[in-house]
């Protein structure tokens, strides 16, 4: 199982969006100012009124370990040796709102002990939020991570703090090397990109193969024996289960050039999952926390399930060695177990878009989900 000691693997967990801003910040302990500039709702408070109205009081306030709910004690049980999750908002009280975004994202840095509740490794920031207060709320995100103590990777002051790898040295020996970049298919708008003297995000214009080399070359350039490498890639829209060809390629391509694990996400919900050269591609996480109840649209793709990964990896080649996947379900804005029948629901779904990759999914007596390949 993925997390056990002694057996020479190296444990990852990973997640798809954390999205502590809006809602979720108006919760917390410290709330940042409520006002929003969308085209229905101008009050975040809003956001947790649908939520109420959907699944029943939330205490408020809450304290900071509540939105992650039952991922803790799932997660404190595995015990994984790198912590890596997409943080898709600003940290942030400075700054004016990006023009042009119908949403915007941000959480009080009064309120990171929140996100430090789960002591994630790294926060990639190469999404499509994290510039919502434009660059001085960036400027203030990356201070305040740092100031947390949180290492981050794909956004920075310039085009090389952008590009730099998140490094996490491993108890065992070797290290865990994060990459974050994303592309204008999940909504990055192109002028968030990070350019010399200029601060932004390390986006990638399109999946192509040159865009490939260039990554590529950047982790030969790092890469040393026993490093497992991580890219994490912000693409794609928002629903759909459909992966384009030429993000199918580009992901080959990763792996190919020394890519060990590749972390998409972006989609509200899972996207399929895929074992190519025996190395593992999530082509989207889906969300894992947001304040999303109550929205309405989308029902049949069940995003209030989310999917908490741990994988296995041997640290010699990279590969995949085992993949378990525990199923959480959103209610209150807090994360709690899912019942054996949306667990199999998950499992159905997932087994029906990965079967196309080589995939299969399993479900285990305790709700978990496997994969074969």
């Known amino acids: ?17 954390v999205m502590l801003g809006r809602g979720v910040d108006q919760i917390l302990p410290c709330p940042g100012d409520p006002a929003l500039r969308e085209g229905y709702i101008r009050d975040a408070r809003a956001y947790v009124e649908l939520a109420v109205e959907q699944n029943g009081p939330i205490p408020s306030p809450v304290d900071f370990s509540w939105p992650w709910g039952d991922a803790l004690p799932v997660l404190e049980e595995a015990g994984p040796d790198v912590r890596l999750i997409n943080l898709e908002t600003s940290v942030t009280r400075d700054g004016t709102f990006a023009p042009g975004k119908g949403v915007h994202y941000r959480m009080s840095p009064e309120n990171l002990p929140c996100l430090a509740a789960a002591r994630p490794d790294v926060c990639a920031l190469a999404n499509n939020h994290v510039l919502d207060f434009g660059r001085r709320g960036l400027e203030e995100t990356l ?20 590009r730099r790898p998140a490094v996490v040295p491993r108890a065992g020996g070797g290290r865990a090397l994060v990459f974050s970049f994303g592309m204008p298919s999940s909504g990055i708008p192109r002028s968030w990109v990070a350019a010399e003297g200029r601060s932004g995000v390390d986006l990638v214009a399109e999946p192509s193969e040159a865009a490939a080399d260039a990554i590529t070359s950047r982790v030969r350039q790092v890469k040393r024996p026993g490093d497992i490498v991580v890219a994490s890639i912000h693409w794609g829209p928002n629903w759909g289960y459909e992966v384009p060809a030429r993000e199918v390629r ?115 007596p305790d709700g978990a989900l496997t994969l074969r390949w």
């Open 1 to 17: 199982m993925p997390g056990t000691r002694g057996d020479g693997l190296v444990t990852l967990f990973l997640c798809g969006d």
């Open 143 to 162: 201070a305040s991570l740092s100031g947390a103590g949180l290492r981050t990777a794909g956004a920075g002051r310039d085009a090389a703090e952008a």
């Open 250 to 364: 580009f992901a080959h391509a990763l792996v190919d050039g020394g890519v060990d694990l590749v972390h998409g996400h972006s989609s509200h919900h899972p996207r399929p999952l895929e074992t190519y050269r025996g190395k593992l591609v999530l082509y989207g996480c889906g969300d894992f926390i947001d304040d999303y109840e109550g929205i309405s649209g989308y029902e049949r793709y069940r995003d209030d399930l989310r999917l908490l990964f741990l994988v296995s990896v041997e640290p010699d080649t990279g590969r995949a060695s085992g993949v378990r996947i525990v199923p959480l379900q959103a209610r209150q804005m807090r994360l709690r177990h899912t019942s054996r029948k949306d667990s199999e629901w998950l499992r159905v779904v997932l087994d029906r878009i990965s079967a196309g990759f080589g995939v299969r999914v399993d479900c285990e």
